[in-house]
């Protein structure tokens, strides 16, 4: 490719971001993938970066053992390497550089990317979520609720689907004309309908009232959003921004519904921060714990200062207050922010989430962001920076919803089918721009480059590992006994998810995963049901009865697809066959076999269980001894003992 | 005394007690002479059986002839008791208090417990240092128990039998004692038969500001060293504080008296500071209208995460000397009663497998705490709620729990106990019906006749009943050195005590017990998979000399 100038550097060493540890190895360049491959031959890692998930490439200024080249990716992962000679490493920069600005979505990997699939499995795959169906299955359309045509060509809101549900006395002219008075012609729309009071979820972008401007159509939707349930007298209005924001708003002919307008509506401000303060959070955020020897006082005061958890609470608050209002009182609720878009998709999604346990389904969760997030508009493009470098509009938005997801799931263990690995690998593929799902920024972008022709589906692929994202302890009948979810918003329940931004440092992390266990303890499970079968099988042909099994699942004899490599889960998972063949050898049995040569084949170690890794001391001090190395470090590689 | 003359007002009915995530109970308080008791006559209800012991401050409120008492335990519940009639909450109150804080040790309720259940195994004998050092008798030949302290007067706060250097007499040892704070001499905590090196623990030496040395000393601690070979001497004090402590008739270790030793000081607090980091740290913890800034920034202002990450650091490090340095390690502070404690006793459990058992724990405990003078009664004699002047207590041990804790979440495999282990030895430190924890050192234990006026706490632990609660299901021994991470990113709040009474933890026990059925219900196919394939096996052979005539 014509960007690359150096295919590959020899000896690069590449640094640990919070130790002194280092490794040497060879950097390939390609034209989707920067590669780093450890050259130590017996546990040669490799390091896999997509161009796509560096954010950005920073050449430090020149030391003695070469060229210091820092790269940040969207996926929170560091890495700092030294390239020897200061020529590599400016060519490296400068076609990294032109490779993670691409200028036309044509070079988005997506398009190059190939899972050797034909175009039936492909189709196939985008067929996956069917969002008309997902509205069937919450009761709509039904005698209050319709689906309209008027946006089958994008000409009353060309950021909205196609589809759209509104109450069925909602005329086309109430409809254009309430979509006039909207910021981007996002007039309220259905986006969850919550059957038991029929009481609806509706969203829509900030009126375009500015001091005293009024409009009867707009007036008229909430009406009819309002007719539509019998249960409720009145709706709630949520603006999700705080109250200042809205003010400043009017001043530009936007601005908040005034309740004198409006009939029986109540109002409400929610005080979520806007895109760019949730930047600044973020990116506060991640300089505190990207400090080497952080102290803890300096860790707790840069969390506090980030106000990261404070926005996560002030989000997780907001989808409550509708998640109550739509559940307890019954009441329709109209979300709004200034768009629609990034708030507005957070606390319907969430709110949605809290209420309704399909979506706290694997299934279930891919519908809830093909709805919320990517039908409704949420601007990937933009806001997880694909194309267009524009740096005030990149923004965690997303991110914030999915680490939503992760303190319930903290909170109720049992709730969700998945676990943190699937929101954690949605959350790697809405950066990758491998699938072509996150792609540009509404629909109507999506149709405009033919993504469903050209590229695949992120869904399916995940649906393809689904046995690596479940939830082992997921229980359906939780769902029966906690249909709506009330999770305390106690401050203390709030905690830092370091899987997530600290996924790729190895030394953070627990080094026995309690989830990577029992997940293979209940495939262990139904495998041997399966064996528990067949042996019955076999002994009765032998004319021996045996008492009935009684599987808690069917068993199933398919194999399992490969085990990502997650340092989440911790080491990698032996292979069952492994499991069976030598049950009395520990799990860290692999890890320890790369590490010991076949001679000394007693050693071991926890994996990742290093004292050097984690810099306990300052133990750099001299004996001056003759019989001592000059410098006394703790320098030893991986941490071994013999059993 | 007659406990008696304590209770004015021995029952009240009408009672209601709240508590937090609980249902409110009504029915009739009784006072005893170690019990607050509620019941509320009703077969299905629980009642509260509170040791006065466990009390660790009250407060009184009336509204009208309304009394309320809030009752704040030292295992940090709060309890909240509405009384009628002014007169009766008032004699109440007055009751608690005055039997919450009785001085004499023998009127503690050890002393009158009597045991429900057949002691099969007495606790009393079951970590005797003849057997620990039966254990190191099979490792090494360098080491021996010396008597020297059988009366206690070498060393008040250390225990008859020591193991030291084979080398060193008597008459050295008392010597190289009358040089340490309080006697405390260098003697052995840890021997890593992996490479053959110790860790040794003692007390600040006594150099005073014109830099004493004592021979004895000097020949003591080097006598542990291997020919050509260094140590460590990690130092729980900066090196400000220690040079400080030499105006007091302290200090640390010259170079030049000490040269086959390198120094390392780190910076553990004192009892005092820690005991004011508790009393924040729940505080914060107890307040439920915190924003989100509020309670990072009074959690962070508690400092007691830090505590925590500078002990485990501190105790990794020596670990670290040890196994990955190759080097002994002499560990002390200023008494050598407390962070030297911590240090020593978590070094072990990341390097020695053994303490990660249950047994081995009891026998840190025992070694580490109990039988190495850590001033358990002064310690606990009060917990976070505490409004009088601290004296001596201080969350030394909780602290010590709460690294242990941390390294079993990090290690989730690797301990044979879980969570609630560590939580109940929380609570019987502070409040017990058990000798184990009572008095400040043996020689005290030996005063009060413990072992035959009181149960020790093991003989009830490991009643296999008992015992069940505390298991981890998730255990699979193994023989390794656990390095845990000490960044702050990966030391959370211990919650299971802090806040313990502040949270419902029904979703969470109902997912802890999904994950034990998943691992049971795997025992139980493997089982079944191979009885099944014994069978199988033995019908296949039955019938071959059939199939083949």
Redesign the interface.
Known sequence: MEHIRTPKVEQVKLLDRFSNKSVTGTLHLTATHLIFVESNSTSAQEIWILHHHIASVEKLSLTTSGCPLLIQCRNFRVVHFVIPRERDCHDIYSSLLRLLRPVSYDELYAFSYNPKQNDQQREEGWQLIDLAAEFERMGVPCDQWQLTDVNREYKVCETYPRDLYVPITASKPIIVGSSKFRSKGRFPVLTYFYQEKKAAVCRCSQPLSGFSARCLEDEHMLQAISKANHNSRYIYVMDTRPKLNALANRAAGKGYENEDNYSNIRFQFVGIENIHVMRGSLQKLLEVVGTRSLSMTDYLVGLENSGWLRHIKAIMDAAIFLAKAVTVEGASVLVHCSDGWDRTAQVCALGSLLMDPYYRTIKGFMVLIEKDWISFGHKFADRCDQLNPDPKEVSPIFTQFLECVWQLAEQFPQAFEFSEWFLIQIHEHVHSCQFGNFLGNSQRQREDLQLKERTYSLWAHLLSEKQNYLNPVYSPSFAESHPVLEPSTQAYHFKFWRNMYHQYDRSMHPRQSILKHVLTLKESNRELEGTVQALKTKLQKFGVSTSPLKPKTPPRGRSLPPRPQSLILGAPLLSRKEVQQDEDEEVFGEEAREDAPASTGGERTVEGSSATENGYGELTGSFGSKNEPGVVTLEFGVARMTC | MEFAELIKTPRVDGVVLHRPFMPTVEGTLCLTGHHLILSSRQDNTEELWLLHANIDSIEKRFIGSLGTIIVKCKDLRVIQLDIPGMEECLNIANSIEALSTLDSVSLMYPFFYRPLFEVIEDGWQLFVPEEAFKDLESMTDEWRLSEVNKDFSVCPSYPSLLTVPKDIDDESLCKAASFRHGGRFPVLSYYHK?NGMVMMRAAQPLTGTNGRRCKEDEKLINATLCA?K?G?IIDTRTIAVAQQAKARGGGFEQEANYPQW?R?H?AIERSNVLQESLIKLVEA?ND?S????????K??AS?W??N??EIL??A??A???I???GASVLVHGTEGTDSTLQVTSLAQIILDPACRTIRGFEALIEREWLQAGHPFQQRCAQSAYSNGKPRSEAPVFLLFLDCVWQIL??????FQFNENFLIMLFEHTYASQFGTFLGNCVAERVKLQLSQKTVSLWSWVNRPQELERFLNP?Y?P????????????????W?GVF?RW???TK??D??HQ??VH??E??KE??N??NS??R??AQ?ETE?SPLQTP
């Open positions: 992996k050509g260094r460590y390198r390392i780190k913890c439920q915190h924003s989100m800034d509020r309670w990072l920034s959690l962070e400092n995460q830090s925590v990450k650091t501190t990794c490090l670990a670290q000397c196994d990955r340095e979440r990090q290690f989730p495999c690797s998730l699979e193994n023989n390794l050195v656990i390095w845990p991470s000490v960044a702050p990113q990966s030391l959370l709040l919650e806040l502040n949270r419902s979703c969470l109902e997912a999904e994950m998943i691992i219900y795997n196919l493997q079944k998979v099944l394939r069978q199988l019908l019938d």
